[in-house]
């Protein structure tokens, strides 16, 4: 379970070093998750720990970062200006025994079922995002922006865009912790580019004492090991119908936003994780961190794209980052809020290049009109919203999408054979999108009187097919004409019994033929 690869030293060095490199930059995206949600700044510390170690341990994708996230934090926060922080703890209990029933019932297989330009949508809104939430840093006085995501209605933030001196300065050590980032593999990989980023530009500014902002202008991040916790709230109905509605949601976002990071480390590494193993890991983890005083979490795009590029593959790197989190926590407090908070938004900025996904400008005028649609809706959904909403109007728009091209691929040919019976040959998907050309086909008055439909080369996918099928019988029957429906499925001679004795039905192929799902898979 544990890929650790002790044998491999190259591999166990780059999950080390990668690790501390998302450690760093996890310290201040959780300070700021915590006062999106409204909680006190360790309450996201000590989430981004148990909920990165456990997952590390016992996830379904080694390499994969998770900790506290925007995504939930913008859900957590009414329940918390309502009903306080420990109904909070309650709501992630809740939200961990639901991803693991997801997963014990494998529904993270339906991620599968996200097209190709939803991801594409996704991951440019992501990276949007991540740009538009860095650019807060250059002009919020007074209220962490780290990575917000999104700026909650009616939340009072004093934007004043800094000028002159300062502004020169930190521009200029976002370039210089870029160019490190960028130009530093092409010299050494002994390190990772993003790690040396952070220390050249954090001594840089603590030798010659550069006026710029910190982590530990943000706030301080030292505490003490999280302690067991039962949330203190009534065991009763009336709390289950508080906590039970948000628990929903923040699964849903949460297991959302895992399997899609999930499948797209899968791209990059080349690898296959195991998503229903993944709703349980992060389940378990979520289920942990709320009886430990934690706000719970989900994988984490940013941070996952960081470890990956810095040379993190296995399970080390995740449970090393989440190790030494705790032990800036506990320990280096002092040093990491030192850490120039221009240097990790240099850091960020790399992940917007890399997570960007250039090709789209190139293929977007190549594919069909309909896929460039839903990319580009995906991508502005998911910057207005957020990445679960956008995703889940992506699948809807491309399935009304697929429902709508098809029901134009359905053809009636009409003949007639030696026998004088009008015979119609039904060709393509019958579904509740092509039931109304369907039925457009077919005129009881002017066929003969005995009538043939073979659906051999068609497939009766819905219940609204079925009952199309039953309509067009009825109609015949009502004009004193026998009707023969051959090549039909068990389902739809189960359905047409009621049409009565003129409806003969023949299944005289694919014995195993089902209509609306294979009941073998």
């Not at 991801?119 to 002009?139: D, E, H, K, R, T």
């Not at 990989?189 to 943000?218: E, F, H, M, N, Y």
């Not at 086909?441 to 039953?470: C, K, M, T, W, Y």
């Amino acid at each position: 379970m544990f890929e650790i690869h002790p044998s491999r030293v190259g591999s166990a060095k780059n999950d080390l070093l990668s690790g501390l490199t998302v450690a760093l930059a996890l310290v201040p995206e959780a300070v700021a998750f915590s006062f999106v949600a409204g909680v006190e700044p360790l309450v996201g510390l000590y989430a981004a720990f148990m909920v990165g170690l456990i997952t590390a341990c016992i996830g379904g994708r080694p390499g994969m970062i998770s900790g506290a996230t925007g995504a939930l934090a913008v859900v957590m926060v009414s329940l918390v200006a309502t009903h306080g922080v420990e109904y909070l703890f309650a709501t992630v209990v809740l939200m961990g025994i639901l991803q693991i029933l997801a997963g014990v019932f494998k529904l993270g297989k339906f991620i599968r079922m996200v097209p190709h330009p939803v991801m594409l949508g996704f991951v440019n809104g992501l990276a949007i995002v991540i740009f538009l939430a860095q650019l807060s840093q250059f002009g919020v006085a007074g209220e962490p922006g780290w990575l917000s995501g999104t700026f909650l209605e009616g939340s009072v933030i004093d934007i004043a865009w800094l000028e002159g001196r300062e502004m020169n300065l930190l521009l200029g050590l976002v370039f210089l912790t870029m160019c490190i980032i960028h130009f530093l593999p092409k010299l050494t990989k002994a390190v990772p580019s993003s790690l040396a980023a952070i220390v050249v530009v954090s001594l840089l500014v603590i030798g010659l004492q550069l006026d710029t902002r910190v982590v530990g202008d943000i706030a301080s991040i030292a505490g003490g090991l999280p302690s067991f916790h039962i949330p203190m709230v009534p065991i009763n109905f009336e709390t289950l119908a508080i906590i039970f509605p948000y628990a929903v949601i923040l699964a849903a976002i949460g297991l959302i936003e895992s399997l899609l990071t999930l499948r797209l480390v899968d791209e990059i590494t080349e690898t296959r994780g195991r998503g229903n193993k993944e709703c349980i890991g992060q389940g378990v983890a979520n289920t942990v961190t709320g009886f430990f005083g934690g706000m719970g979490g989900c994988a984490m795009i940013g941070q996952s794209m960081i470890n990956v590029n810095s040379g993190g593959r296995g399970r080390l790197s995740g449970i090393s980052a989440a190790l030494f989190l705790l032990l800036f926590i506990l320990v280096a407090s002092p040093l990491i809020e030192q850490i120039p908070l221009a240097a990790l938004i240099g850091v960020m900025f790399i992940v917007v290049i890399g997570t960007f996904e250039w090709s789209s400008f190139r293929i977007i005028r190549k594919v069909p009109k309909k896929d460039a649609m839903v990319l580009v809706l995906v991508s502005g959904v998911t910057v207005a919203t957020d990445l679960a909403v956008a995703v889940v109007v992506g699948v809807i728009v491309s399935a009304l999408v697929f429902a709508w091209e098809n029901a134009k691929h359905i053809r009636i040919e009409a003949r007639e054979d030696h026998k004088g019976s009008t015979v119609y040959a039904v060709i393509g998907p019958l579904f509740f999108g092509s039931v109304t050309s369907f039925l457009e086909h077919f005129d009881p008055q002017q066929d003969n009187n005995d009538v043939v439909i073979d659906f051999a080369r068609s497939r009766v996918a819905d219940h609204s097919g079925l009952e199309a099928i039953d309509s067009l019988a009825e109609r015949y029957l009502n004009a004193g004409k026998t009707l023969h429906l051959v090549h039909l499925s068990p389902e739809c001679k189960k359905l047409l019994r009621k049409a009565g004795s003129l409806v003969e039905v023949n299944v005289i192929e694919d014995p195993h033929y089902f209509v609306a799902e294979d009941s073998l898979a």
